[in-house]
């Protein structure tokens, strides 16, 4: 089946403009996480979704991002006045879900390289 | 708390020689352990997982990593490492009842022909 997908796979953007990011997890699953990959760096956790609940967000580094999932699938991650230090790659993943979700698989998509001028 | 340090930020090895990729971790109750792999311009893909099973613990493409708990760690190895291991790794820890993961810093792995 289909796995997780994340559009765009590239965004070239200039300081100060808003950027949209989008993932499609895999049908099914009701958990999904973003995180930031900076070159050299290990994941950085952002956002996370679980069904219908509340996202945490307590990775967010600053009140410039937000992101929302419609219909417990589809999910947008937003980042507003984009600054030079924003460039990364943004990496989405989905999983079932379960009750021990310290045991879950995370299904990872390939990614969107965001380059800010 | 949960934290996890990979001991190496780059292994170069030779095709056909063994790989051993180090992962220590810290964790407050019993924890979830994973090692992903990237090759370049992919999502990460698990290659392993231990969740107080096993202690030993086998995976895709011929890997395996061991639990020592007395050791906190979790190193990853393969007794014959081909040029298409070339890749990221990551190690990953999970506390019971999290459900946010903490990655390494990744270790890169070089396969010389």
């Known amino acids: 089946g289909a796995g997780v997908s994340q559009s765009p796979s590239n965004k070239v953007t200039e300081k100060g403009k808003d950027v949209e990011l989008r993932c499609d997890p895999i049908?099914?699953?009701?958990?999904l996480y973003w995180y930031r990959q900076s070159l050299g760096q290990g994941l950085e956790f952002l956002i996370y979704?679980?069904?219908?609940?509340?996202?945490?967000k307590s990775g967010l580094p600053s009140d410039r991002f937000s992101a929302e999932r419609t219909g417990g699938s589809v999910s947008t991650l937003t980042i507003q006045r984009t600054q030079q230090e924003d460039s990364a790659v943004y990496l989405c993943?989905?999983?079932?879900?379960?009750?021990?979700?310290?045991?879950?698989?995370?299904?990872f998509g390939p990614g969107t390289r965001l380059t800010v001028l | 708390a949960q934290s996890v340090t990979q001991l190496d930020s780059h292994v170069s090895v030779s095709e056909g020689t063994p790989v051993l990729l180090r992962c220590n971790y810290s964790?407050?109750?019993?924890?979830?352990l994973f090692w992903y792999v990237q090759h370049p311009n992919k999502g990460l893909q698990l290659l392993l997982k231990?969740?107080?099973?096993?202690?030993l613990v086998k995976g895709i493409n011929g890997f395996e990593a061991e639990f020592k708990k007395s050791e906190t760690s979790f190193h990853l190895t393969k007794p014959s490492a081909h040029m298409s291991d070339a890749a990221e790794y990551f190690c990953?820890?999970?506390?019971?009842?999290?459900?946010?993961?903490?990655f390494g810093r990744g270790t890169s792995l070089i396969v010389h022909p």
């Open positions: 993943a989905s999983s079932l879900g379960l009750a021990g979700a310290a045991t879950d698989t995370q299904y």
């Open positions: 049908s099914g699953h009701t958990a």
């Open positions: 979704f679980q069904g219908n609940s509340a996202p945490d």
């Open positions: 964790s407050s109750y019993s924890p979830s």
């Open positions: 231990y969740t107080s099973a096993a202690t």
């Open positions: 990953v820890v999970s506390d019971t009842g999290s459900y946010i993961p903490t």
